[in-house]
């Protein structure tokens, strides 16, 4: 059982930034995959941004470079930079994780962006 604890969420301005936060429960470099998905209201759960365990990178095309995933092994943290942000990122964002054939969810974090 992977527990993830998103943080880092909040109101900010468009064109401001955030940094979200997934700390993991276990290490980082045993789950195969981890990512980011937002929620809008009204909308589908998306996928923002994905890591793999040996370190590569996918976006959603939509976010034009605007975002960044990292990780820190150490810390067992995966990392969301969002930049230039825009009142249609506002969202729940969730931290994913895939290990061993499951997926686990953190709690989400919101995100809004007033304009």
């Known amino acids: 059982q992977v527990q993830l604890v998103e943080s880092g969420g909040g109101l900010v301005q468009a064109g401001g930034s955030l940094r979200l936060s997934c700390v993991a429960s276990?290490?980082?470099?045993?789950?195969?995959?981890m990512g980011w998905y937002r929620q809008a209201p009204g909308k589908q759960r998306e996928l923002v941004a994905g890591?793999?365990?040996?370190?590569?990178?996918l976006y959603a095309d939509s976010l034009e470079g605007r975002f960044t995933i990292s990780r820190d092994a150490a810390r067992n943290t995966v990392y969301l930079q969002m930049n230039s942000l825009k009142p249609e990122d506002t969202a729940v964002y969730y931290c994913?994780?895939?290990?061993?054939?499951?997926?686990?969810w953190g709690q989400g974090t919101q995100v809004t962006v007033s304009s």
């Open positions: 994913a994780a895939e290990r061993m054939g499951r997926d686990y």
């Open positions: 276990e290490s980082i470099l045993s789950i195969k995959g």
């Open positions: 890591i793999s365990d040996g370190g590569s990178t």
